[in-house]
């Protein structure tokens, strides 16, 4: 069964510093999607970062980069020169292409505090 | 561009009463989903709509029940309203649907059941 798996409920990073958050997923099927959402406090969930199954190159957008390695089933989020307001509950999720339901997987988040 | 747009912000329901939730997809946006996010835990998948088709249902019981629109917005409704209904609903679009397609949150509304 598809499952997402986030180990770290809480991280603390001083501000300016790179912070990795883990992800390790499971599914069976070879076509997949990685998604990163950041949320913070006032609820809404922002889209980060996209990681493709087939991609070969990691992915990366500003500040974000995506740590894939496909044969862990890992896709770590690194956030690079931490900013205070970086400080929210981040999400790792995933979908599948078969059965084209558009369901998201969501992992249980992880809290993440930027110290001044 | 107007990003997804939920209503109402906040509602207060009691035990019994049922909810209409509503959502209107970024322009453009023909996929519709649906999220229940209970406080502390990831969303959980409702519902996803395709050009006004039922394309997906999560693990709820039937009293959640949802319908798209020819606009492409769409409805969330929840009959004999719970305790354990309280939550964020969370309403995703998305270009079409595909794995490598993003999904795009609106903030969401916060129910709670008295």
């Known amino acids: 069964a598809q499952k997402i798996t986030q180990t770290q409920p809480g991280m603390f990073v001083q501000e300016k510093e790179a912070v990795t958050l883990d992800c390790t997923y499971d599914t069976s099927d070879p076509s997949y999607g990685l998604f990163w959402y950041k949320q913070p406090s006032s609820g809404e969930m922002i889209f980060l970062i996209y990681?493709?199954?087939?991609?070969?190159q990691n992915a990366t957008e500003g500040r974000y980069s995506l740590n894939f390695q496909k044969a862990r089933k890992s896709a770590n989020l690194v956030i690079s020169a931490s900013q205070l307001g970086d400080s929210a509950m981040y999400f790792c999720a995933m979908r599948e292409w078969p059965g084209n339901t558009g369901k998201l997987i969501f992992g249980q988040g992880t809290t993440l505090q930027v110290k001044p | 561009d107007a990003g997804v747009t939920q209503s109402p912000t906040h509602l207060i329901k009691t035990r019994g009463q049922h909810v209409t939730l509503r959502c209107s997809p970024i322009s453009g946006h023909k996929s519709v989903s649906w999220y229940q996010q209970v406080l502390g835990q990831g969303p959980q998948f409702i519902f996803q709509?395709?050009?006004?088709?039922?394309?997906g249902r999560g693990n709820f019981p039937d009293r959640f029940s949802a319908r798209q629109f020819p606009n492409y917005s769409s409805e969330l409704n929840v009959n004999a309203l719970l305790l354990g209904d309280s939550a964020l609903y969370l309403c995703?679009?998305?270009?079409?649907?595909?794995?490598?397609?993003?999904?795009?949150f609106g903030d969401g509304t916060r129910l709670s059941i008295l």
């Open positions: 995703a679009s998305s270009l079409v649907s595909g794995p490598w397609n993003p999904q795009h």
């Open positions: 709509y395709y050009e006004k088709e039922e394309r």
């Open positions: 990681q493709g199954s087939y991609d070969q």
